[in-house]
């Protein structure tokens, strides 16, 4: 089992940066690829940023490429996602998620966060 928390969201102005902490407890947590997914009011869950066991493969939806930068530490059992030019449109809950695959299918992923609200102001 792996528990996941997460932390670093806020209220923040548009073009503004947030630092989204996703820390890790339980089985070892270098054996499981790690996700951001985030899901706004009236949308589906959808995928953000995926980064492998090693830290060595990434990768992002479109929108926010050159934007985002996700991140992990193995020796403190945590996942980072640094978001710069935040847009009113990156508002939403933000969870990690950890499994097996590297993929971007939030059906495969093994484990969940509770969540963390970051909302972008115009």
């Known amino acids: 089992q792996v528990q996941l928390v997460e932390s670093g969201g806020g209220l923040v102005q548009t073009g503004g940066s947030l630092r989204l902490s996703c820390a890790a407890s339980g089985r070892t947590f270098s054996m499981y690829t790690t996700g951001w997914f985030r899901q706004a009011p009236g949308k589906e869950r959808e995928f953000v940023a995926v980064i492998s066991r090693s830290g060595g493969t990434t990768l992002y939806t479109d929108s926010v490429k050159g934007r985002f930068t996700i991140s992990r530490d193995n020796a403190k059992n945590t996942v980072y996602l640094q978001m710069n030019s935040l847009k009113p449109e990156d508002t939403a809950v933000y969870y990690c998620?950890?499994?097996?695959?590297?993929?971007?299918?939030?059906?495969?992923?093994?484990?969940w966060g509770q969540g963390t609200q970051v909302t972008v102001s115009s």
């Open positions: 998620a950890s499994g097996s695959p590297l993929t971007i299918m939030s059906k495969l992923y093994d484990y």
